[in-house]
Structure formats: C-alpha cells, structure tokens
C-alpha cells in the first residue's frame, strides 16, 4: 500500500460544496462515484485524497435483463432496486465495465479506488435480506463443472452433491476479477490505493450468506485488496450504532492479518456510530461518512467528527 496516513472524509458528491471545510474537520479524503473529474480536480486543489468508488458488477436490470443472474428454479432472481451483482458470463457487459476502468486509469490518478458490488447476487442493506443462490444459467453452471471436473447439470444437484465446491468456485471467480482490477490499477497507477466495499456480514451469519451468497472471501481477496470497507448502514440494516464498533471486535478472526478495515458509516446513523466506532480498540484505518455533506455543512456536527478522528488516529491504527 502506497500511504501510511489512513484517510477519514465523506462519500457522495454532495459534500462536494463543502470541500474547503474538509481539513478545518479532520477529513483528509473524499470518495465519490466514479471518475469525476469535478471532484478529482476539487480535491488537487484542497490537497484532500481523491478516492473513486468504481462499479464493477451493477447494471439496470430493466434495461439489461440479459445481465439477471439465474436462480435456483432456473428463471432470473428476484431483485429491488438496491440488487447489485450480475451473471458472469455476461462478457460483453465484464468488457464494458474493464473498458470503463481503463478509461478512468489514463485520464485519472486518483489516490484510491473502490471496487464497489464486486460479488455475487443480492442486497443486504436490510434487515430481512432475501437470499438467493445464483447463477445457475448454462454458461455459469458450464464454467463451474469445467474449474472443479464435477459433472453436474441441475442446481438442485449441485446444491445437494457439490455445494461446498459451488461456494468456494463462486468466490474464486469473484476473487479472480479482484485480481484482475487491482493488476490494471496498479499497472497504471502504481501508488494507487485498491479498497472494495464489503457485505458487512460476519461469516456465519444468515448461514454463511458472506462467501455463499455473495461469494466474498477475505482471504481469496487479501492479495488484490488494500483495504476492505464494510457497509455499516446500521439503521437501515436494523442494527444497533455499535454495529460498526462490534464488526472490528471480531474482524481478527475472519480477515487476514495486518490487512486494513475502513468502515463506511451512515450518516443517517451520525453520531452514535461514529462516536461508538472512535471508542474500539483498533478503530480501522480511517472512516468513510456516506452521505455525509449535511455532516460537513453543520460546524457543530462537523466539530463532532474532528473529535472522532483525532481519537482514531491518536490510537495509531494505521495497520
Ligand atoms: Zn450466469
């Protein structure tokens, strides 16, 4: 990883406006939706850390039907309109998403980039996720028994005989494209920071819904991946505020050694998780404030977070 100083700021372009405030609170950062230039030019001239949240597997499944990956009762999975993840074996739309990155890496050099919906099929900003295996179109289940040599045709086979083998090919594939992103990143940009965004569930939970559903291994992406950023929207995921705080107490034993956890938060969940994650041990390095400009706009939320900040730094987690 190219910098030691771990960043602290807001995601969204909305606290845009609020840029030249950004250092009087102890932000250092700013993490926005892909490469807008605005934005990148905006954070050169503040000297603020330029962070781009790149979509990787995300698509308007209205327009682009073909992309809904297939679930087990072999029609396409249900889905809102916070669904992220596509079938891939889609390679028009990987080649779209590959030229996107390369586009954004010659004209950009951002500080860091964050792979965002890097993972299988679903939602999960919701405290009664609907959890569906996927995808199990013909070229999906084809590529599943040429990589493992087990000969299953069904999903109802390969969910009774081989779904271990099933989960475990899913997150490789996911891993995979991590690799991929993060080796054309830092070929162009070889300071640039790799972070993704993570299904902010422990490993059990909902029944190993992490790496079964969504197919995100920590150890399978810890080589491509600077820094894993959980979403940690307590309120709308029906979590208590020290959600964020508890996710850290245990983060040890599922996520590789020595690799960085930045957490997003909320800002509907502004002070009380921000407030409880300052108070872990290890409080990550940095912090994420997504929709956080009316954090900004305000002086006395705005002074809360320099207060935060200064008491995550002043435990020097910089991992
Ligand atoms: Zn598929």
Not at 169 to 185: D, G, P, Q, S
Not at 217 to 228: E, N, Q, R, T
Not at 229 to 254: C, E, H, N, V
Not at 255 to 284: R, Y
Request: hydrophobic share 45%; aromatic share 12%; net charge negative.
């Amino acid at each position: 990883m190219s910098t030691a100083d771990p960043l602290f700021g807001p995601y969204g372009s909305s606290a845009l406006p609020y840029i030249d405030r950004f250092a009087a609170h102890g932000a250092n950062a700013f993490w926005f939706h892909g490469f807008d230039a605005a934005a990148i030019e905006a954070c050169e001239q503040h000297g603020v850390a330029a962070c781009v949240e790149f979509k990787t597997f995300r698509a308007d499944f209205d327009a682009r039907p073909e992309l809904i990956p297939i679930g087990v009762d072999g029609q396409p999975i249900r889905y809102g309109e916070l669904v992220q993840g596509v079938c891939l074996s889609q390679h028009e739309f990987l080649a779209e998403t590959e030229a996107n990155l390369l586009d954004g890496l010659r004209r950009f050099a951002p500080t860091g980039i964050w792979l965002d919906y890097l993972t299988y099929a679903g939602w999960f900003e919701t405290p009664e996720p609907d959890l569906q295996e996927s995808c199990f179109c013909p070229a999906c289940i084809a590529d599943f028994c040429a990589a493992t040599g087990i000969d299953a045709t069904t999903p109802q086979q390969i969910l009774a005989t081989a779904a271990g083998a099933w989960t475990r090919h899913k997150c490789e594939r996911v891993a995979r494209f991590a690799a991929h992103y993060a080796a054309l990143i830092k070929a162009h940009r070889p300071e640039c920071i790799v972070g993704a965004y993570m299904c902010p569930w422990t490993p059990e939970e909902y029944d190993g819904a992490l790496a079964r559903i969504f197919a995100q291994d920590y150890h399978l992406l810890a080589p491509s991946i600077d820094i894993f950023t959980p979403l940690i929207y307590a309120t709308k995921s029906g979590r208590p505020p020290t959600w964020g705080r508890d996710f850290l107490t245990q983060a040890p034993a599922f996520i590789p050694a020595g690799k960085p956890v930045q957490l997003i938060l909320d800002a509907l969940d502004f002070p009380e998780s921000l407030l409880a994650t300052a108070e872990a041990q290890q409080p990550g390095w940095g912090v994420q404030l997504f929709g956080g400009a009316h954090v900004f706009a305000d002086a006395e939320r705005a002074a809360i977070i320099a207060r935060a900040v200064e008491q995550m730094r002043g435990k020097g987690d910089a991992a």
